[in-house]
């Protein structure tokens, strides 16, 4: 039972006063094949799973609709990355990108860079310039490490895209999970970001292992494989570094029953591949989530729809309105207690160019 100094009142995830963020997944299509990845049957060759993975996009369109001027001038930034999908893998990625910036929202994009040619990297590459706006290159090894985790990407592909958008004079980041079959590439890689030009190199602890100390998994060889956490420590090999940059939106929500919601410090709402909003990308389509809607009484297909609605009444609805909040007062809702009380999230280790 809570105690009472978290009976407060009710408060709202999303403040209409404040600048809007939004957490896109453009998506459910990917090139890639990742083992660990929730979209991956990862003892199947690495194939995508179809009970999970439906090949539905978002549309310019949609965007037109749902980001139109107003919406775009309330909008500070809008993440474009996935839990099933890489975010360039969308029909209309760029022209959207185009949208988005061309009207002063910042965009930030995680991909593993290997679809697409050059000349698309590059028109990427002067929206994201022009706007300030930030990719996230995920490459986790050099040449043909990289797809032993990345599985059917290619690294020569990557590198020759990411070398087309930083041409441009475009902010990039390399953002590189460790594993012991990659761990001794790390100040490789590090050295070969800083020659092209990243910004900045992120080592990336997964929690992924937090269940096991080893995931089998078979490429589409037929090969099997064994991924294992890195034995190294990355401040040995790459130095002094430190945490992720803090958004400029953001403020100290309040702690209600142990959570202090990430969402509501930066006032940042998810929009799945499929077009429903929702509080974030670890509440999404979870069990807790369609708990949450049926004691509001919201069907999310309808009332959470922004094909059929507009977003700002989506975020003044229920349970974003008053519920959530309710239930962190309870100590409710375990996913919110687990990734927002006991911060159990990837570790990042950021380390500056130069």
Not at 191 to 204: E, N, P, S, T
Request: glycine fraction near 6%; charge should be negative.
């Amino acid at each position: 039972m809570p105690d009472a100094s978290h009976e407060i009142a009710p408060v709202a995830m999303f403040d209409a006063a404040r600048p809007w963020q939004f957490h896109v997944e453009l998506t459910d299509k990917c090139n890639a094949g990742c083992p660990m990845c929730p979209r991956t049957d990862h003892m199947n060759g690495c194939v995508a799973d179809r009970s999970k993975v439906f090949n539905v996009e978002l549309t310019l369109e949609d965007f037109r609709r749902s980001f139109d001027d107003e919406t775009c001038a309330r909008t500070s930034d809008v993440i474009l990355s996935g839990a099933y999908g890489d975010p360039i893998a969308a029909s209309q990625c760029l022209e959207i990108v185009e949208h988005l910036t061309a009207r002063g929202v910042r965009v930030a994009m995680s991909t593993n860079g290997g679809l697409r040619r050059p000349d698309w990297w590059r028109r990427l590459g002067e929206a994201f310039r022009a706007s300030g706006s930030r990719l996230e290159l995920h490459v986790d090894g050099l040449r043909e490490v990289n797809a032993l985790y990345r599985v059917n990407t290619r690294f020569e592909r990557i590198m020759a895209n990411a070398e087309a958008f930083l041409a441009t004079g475009a902010e990039a980041e390399w953002h590189f999970i460790l594993f012991r079959h990659n761990e001794h590439q790390l100040a490789e890689a590090r050295a070969l970001a800083d020659r092209m030009g990243f910004r900045a190199f992120v080592a990336i602890d997964s929690i992924r292992f937090s269940k096991s100390p080893s995931f089998d998994y078979v490429l589409p060889t037929g090969e099997r494989r064994t991924l294992e956490p890195p034995t190294l420590r990355v401040d040995e090999t790459l130095g002094p570094g430190k945490a992720d940059r803090e958004d400029a939106n953001a403020v100290a929500p309040p702690r209600i029953g142990g959570v202090s919601c990430k969402s509501a410090a930066v006032n940042r709402a998810y929009v799945s591949a499929h077009g429903i909003v929702s509080a974030c990308c670890w509440m999404t389509g979870s069990d807790e989530e369609a708990a949450l809607n049926a004691s509001a009484g919201v069907d999310p297909d309808e009332r959470h729809d922004l094909h059929k609605r507009p977003l700002a009444e989506i975020l003044a609805d229920e349970p974003f309105a008053s519920i959530y909040a309710e239930r962190w007062g309870a100590c409710a809702l375990e996913t919110c207690l687990r990734k927002c009380a006991e911060d159990r999230r990837n570790i990042r280790h950021r380390v500056e160019r130069g």
